[in-house]
Nanobody
């Protein structure tokens, strides 16, 4: 299994920045993709950003140009740099990993970290 531990959430003013971290441990050699979801109160959990082992990234339209996903393979840690934060970004952010076992990819989740952006 893969264990994911998140950190870096908190309270920030609109226009400010936060950097979320997601440290992976366990069966990390089979991870083929990682990313971030977020869930605001009363809303569904939405995909924010993804990154593959090859470094390809994708972003939700709502965060393009403001958020950057990256990965430090030496530290087994993924990051989400969030700039120009808006109150609409307020949510619990969850990191995930996709771990390949045979032909099947399994999803593992971090515990979630609260991001609150004040107006």
């Amino acid at each position: 299994q893969v264990q994911l531990v998140e950190s870096g959430g908190g309270l920030v003013q609109a226009g400010g920045s936060l950097r979320l971290s997601c440290a992976a441990s366990g069966s990390i050699f089979s991870i083929n993709a990682m990313g971030w979801y977020r869930q605001a109160p009363g809303k569904q959990r939405d995909l924010v950003a993804t990154i593959t082992n090859g470094g390809s990234t994708n972003y939700a339209d709502s965060v393009k140009g403001r958020f950057t996903i990256s990965r430090d393979n030496a530290k087994n840690t993924m990051y989400l740099q969030m700039n120009s934060l808006k109150p609409e970004d307020t949510a619990v952010y969850y990191c995930y990993s996709n771990t390949l076992r045979g032909p099947t990819s399994y999803r593992y989740w971090g515990q979630g970290t609260q991001v609150t952006v004040s107006s």
